[in-house]
């Protein structure tokens, strides 16, 4: 008998154990809801389980402590959210992970227009299935095709430039 009072649990284990509980789903959930904004955004699964794990957290605080605990915990937890999501915008963490590099010197299709004109003969490179690449004089271009599709090693000709674009046919 003396065995069994001692493994009974008090009413103040008890209370510690809510609020363990509480806190543990709301760490975990913000941890996981952190994550997915910052670190894996567009997986969702991560949002989900760690919105689910604070809507389970939130639902203990009304179980276990009645109205005013259950809304002083959502309170306290929307500030601290919305505190830590801003603080991580602000110190760039978004902008540490993202990528720096752009394709603004790169420009497609970027050719000498005095070198190139329409009635040269060329070869096409690749399988031109409305667009593809074709050399002309020893230079690949991207070309596309006027109407249909050109194999590779077909000779074809510029039937015209337009925006940048070399249009062109197989050889008639």
């Known amino acids: 008998m003396l065995l069994l009072i001692t493994f009974v649990p008090h009413k103040k284990q008890i209370k510690n154990l809510e609020l363990f509980i509480i806190i543990s789903l709301l ?3 913000w941890l996981l809801v952190f994550l997915e904004v910052f670190f894996v955004p567009g997986i969702t699964v991560l949002g989900i389980i760690g919105g689910a794990m604070m809507l ?3 639902y203990y605080s009304f179980s276990f ?3 005013s605990g259950g809304w002083m915990t959502i309170g306290i937890t929307s ?3 919305i505190t830590s999501i801003f603080i991580g915008f602000k110190a760039g963490l978004w902008n540490k992970l993202s990528l ?3 394709l603004e010197d790169s420009r497609m299709n970027e050719f000498d227009e005095a070198k190139i004109k329409a009635g040269d003969m060329g070869i096409a490179v690749s ?3 409305l667009s593809g690449t074709a050399r002309f004089n020893e ?3 991207e070309v596309n095709s006027e109407s249909d599709f050109i194999n590779a090693n077909t000779t074809i ?3 015209r430039i337009e925006n940048r674009k070399i249009i062109v046919q197989t050889k008639k």
């Open 127 to 129: 399988r031109i299935a």
């Open 100 to 102: 720096k590099q752009s």
């Open 79 to 81: 500030v601290f959210m």
């Open 157 to 159: 000709e510029i039937v």
């Open 65 to 67: 402590y009645g109205n």
């Open 27 to 29: 760490a975990i959930g």
């Open 56 to 58: 389970a957290g939130f």
């Open 139 to 141: 230079v690949n271009y």
